[in-house]
């Protein structure tokens, strides 16, 4: 890998970070920025569905229908002329087992992430489908 793709895998690392910030969520707040040919094409972070009210928690405990960040950023490119085929998926925390089916079904050939879920179903999968996966601990 580059130099220059390091630079920006990292600068759209803190992107994400950035745009976790709209959360609504307590608990963990996640963003994800979609990029195909360094242009981002979509954008998510995790929180309930359109027209919901704006509480992702109950007694501590996330609610049922809240959504994960990446599948904003993914539904929300699907309702766009836009395609995420080839493109890159960047994202706070590393992606469920949920959100790994839908990358790959949604074409997407690269995730890059800084945050490890507890649970590595989802990069297990993802690297199973020949899904790129990229690290970085630090994004400075």
């Not at 609504?24 to 995790?46: E, F, P, W």
């Not at 995420?84 to 839908?102: F, I, M, N, Q, R």
């Not at 297990?124 to 489908?129: P, Y």
């Amino acid at each position: 890998m580059t130099d220059k793709q390091i630079q920006f895998d990292k600068s759209y690392l803190q992107m994400a970070t950035i745009w976790a910030k709209n959360s609504y969520c307590i608990r963990r707040q996640v963003g994800a920025i979609l990029v195909k040919d360094k242009m981002i094409i979509s954008d998510g972070y995790n929180g309930t569905p359109a027209g919901f009210e704006n509480v992702c928690e109950e007694n501590g405990v996330t609610k049922p229908y809240v959504l994960h960040a990446e599948a904003n950023a993914i539904t929300k490119v699907a309702k766009s002329s836009n395609s995420s085929d080839g493109s890159t998926l960047y994202v706070t925390a590393s992606p469920c087992l949920e959100c790994a089916k839908l990358i790959i079904q949604a074409g997407i050939k690269r995730v890059v992430y800084h945050d490890e879920y507890r649970i590595t179903d989802g990069i297990d999968l993802l690297r199973r489908a020949g899904v790129e996966i990229v690290k970085y601990d630090s994004i400075d």
